[in-house]
């Protein structure tokens, strides 16, 4: 069995120039990857949200974790504009709060959020609520954030190489390739 840090590395180095500026950051990856696959494995529902400049990158994860011919379970990864899609009309404290209470009701097993996007966004003030959100930030440090640069002119690229890194990933995890205990 594999720590989730060498199983990252050897798919890093695998996908070579594709994922080869991310050698040098899977620590940082590691640490936030481990605990969100903590959540998958205990059953907890994905509640997928980007900024709207990413809406495209929304439906690309949420079909792409459960495509149709993967041989893994199906996961509970759902978008939360399909859940809440009146999140732009939210407009304070009390208003989150009353979002967070039917989420809760909603998914009584639990959930987490994996944002991605600006910091400034409505959607990331919900995700930074909670502390087991799995966030991939531009231009803003977190600690439940993955840090990019908004102006990289290989963005994209590397928003679909962290997605095939996660769904290897969730792979190995649920196939028991994976050491998790050795992150907690």
């Not at 990856?29 to 949200?49: E, M, N, P």
């Not at 990413?54 to 759902?78: A, C, G, H, Q």
């Not at 990019?148 to 995890?173: C, G, N, Y």
């Amino acid at each position: 069995m594999k720590t989730l840090s060498s199983l990252n590395l050897d798919l890093i180095r695998e996908y070579g120039s594709n994922l080869g500026w991310m050698e040098e950051r899977r620590f940082d990856w590691v640490s936030l990857l481990g605990r969100f696959l903590q959540r998958v494995v205990d059953a907890k529902t994905i509640l997928v949200a980007t900024d709207s400049d990413r809406e495209w990158l929304n439906k690309y994860i949420t079909t792409t974790l459960n495509r149709s011919f993967l041989d893994r379970p199906l996961l509970p990864v759902i978008s939360l504009e399909t859940v809440f899609p009146n999140l732009n009309n939210v407009q304070d404290n009390e208003q989150f709060e009353l979002l967070e209470d039917m989420l809760e009701l909603s998914f009584p097993n639990g959930y987490t959020f994996f944002y991605v996007g600006r910091g400034d966004d409505k959607r990331a003030a919900l995700a930074k609520r909670d502390q087991n959100s799995f966030m991939w930030l531009l231009d803003e440090k977190n600690q439940n954030g993955f840090y990019l640069k908004e102006k990289d002119e290989f963005l994209d690229q590397k928003f679909l190489s962290l997605v095939r890194l996660l769904d290897k990933s969730i792979d190995a995890t649920l196939f028991m390739e994976v050491d998790l205990e050795s992150l907690v």
